[in-house]
């Protein structure tokens, strides 16, 4: 039974019944890599991509089903266990990390959504530099990914915040991995390479900044509508993917858009509706305030209340006021 077991967990796309090697290339081309991924896949969609009918697609995916142990069910204690392996990178403010109960949570989506200027990439470049710290520091001591989608990295301003944290800058650079997207369907590639990255390096942070922008501007007006969430919803979920095989920090930044939301305080709403409302763990309203003054506004938690604080932006990175 033991080497049984032990083939199972060896399979490739090519051992599925159908799948030879040019399926089998065009499949991890559009971003199907294993069993899981196939297992849950819509009929028509891994039709279209692997150019064969949905009766050999359905067949495929059975299989990846039998396979995958998809479906399989696991008791609360195992799930309690799995949790207690979570970890909180620090922000840099003592306070901002006693809002998030610790600070930015592994195996979860943290958004941070605000007007231009609200504090939004001073805090993900912040979080780049502390998940190379040590973990009795508030670190996660691992390499990050950050996905650029509108040319706001910037490794000037990382090199003043590691100085700040007596670290060498030239060494934080090399563990941070910039790709710059430069469409939403190139944005959505590139969570696939951060996943293959991963496996050459312990990558802990993966940040996306900003989340929404492509997908804002290639998909304008109502007829759009329905296929621009299709698309962000699958995008979402293969960064929350990343995050539990990973056990990574998440964290996006997501724009606004100028219309009446009394909910959030502030005549602007997040843009992504409930796709990305109901898929980010955390959600974090920031806000301008006076001078290097920010406001940060936690309004969505699993099991944290409401709450917000005042944090600055400094030459040093984010501190408490």
């Known amino acids: ?22 399926t089998a290339e065009k499949l991890r081309e559009a971003g199907y890599t294993g069993l899981m991924e196939i297992a849950v896949a819509a009929p028509s969609d891994l039709a279209d991509v692997a150019g064969i009918g949905e009766g050999q697609a359905q067949k495929i995916i059975h299989a990846a089903r039998k396979y995958a142990n998809v479906g399989q069910f696991e008791t609360g204690a195992e799930i309690y ?7 909180k990178l620090t922000t840099g403010s003592k306070e901002f990390d006693s809002l998030l109960g610790g600070g930015f949570e592994t195996q979860a989506i943290t958004e941070l959504f605000g007007e231009f200027g ?14 190379q710290l040590p973990k009795e ?10 996905i650029d989608t509108e040319n706001t990295f910037r490794p000037e301003r990382i090199v003043q915040m590691a100085e700040a944290l007596e670290l060498d800058p030239e060494e934080v650079l090399k563990r941070i991995h910039v790709a710059r997207a430069f469409n939403s369907h190139h944005q959505m590639l590139l969570v696939d390479k951060a996943m293959e990255l991963a496996k050459e390096y312990p ?5 996306v900044d900003s989340l929404t922008a492509h997908f804002r501007a290639e998909y304008v007006g109502r007829g759009s509508l329905a296929a621009r969430q299709q698309l962000l919803n699958r995008h979402m979920h293969d960064l929350l993917r990343f995050a539990d095989l990973n056990n990574a ?3 996006v930044t ?43 506004r936690l309004i969505d938690s699993p099991a944290l209340p409401d709450g917000e604080i005042v944090l600055v932006i400094k030459t040093e990175g984010i501190r408490d006021p």
Not at 270 to 290: F, Q
């Open 254 to 296: 997501n724009q606004v858009s100028a219309k009446p939301d009394t909910f959030y305080g502030d005549p602007t709403t997040p843009i992504g509706g409930h796709i990305v409302g109901h898929t980010a763990t955390y959600r974090i309203y920031m806000k301008k305030s006076r001078g290097n003054k920010r406001i940060a």
């Open 137 to 146: 520091k508030g670190g996660l001591e691992g390499h990050v990914i950050f």
């Open 81 to 87: 266990k799995r949790r207690k392996e979570l970890t």
């Open 1 to 22: 039974m033991a080497k049984k077991k032990e083939k199972k967990e060896e399979f490739t796309l090519e051992d599925l019944p159908g799948v030879g090697p040019a």
């Open 203 to 207: 990558v802990r942070l993966l940040v």
């Open 249 to 251: 920090v998440v964290a």
């Open 118 to 131: 609200s504090g939004k990439t001073q805090i993900v470049h912040q979080l780049a530099v502390n998940a």
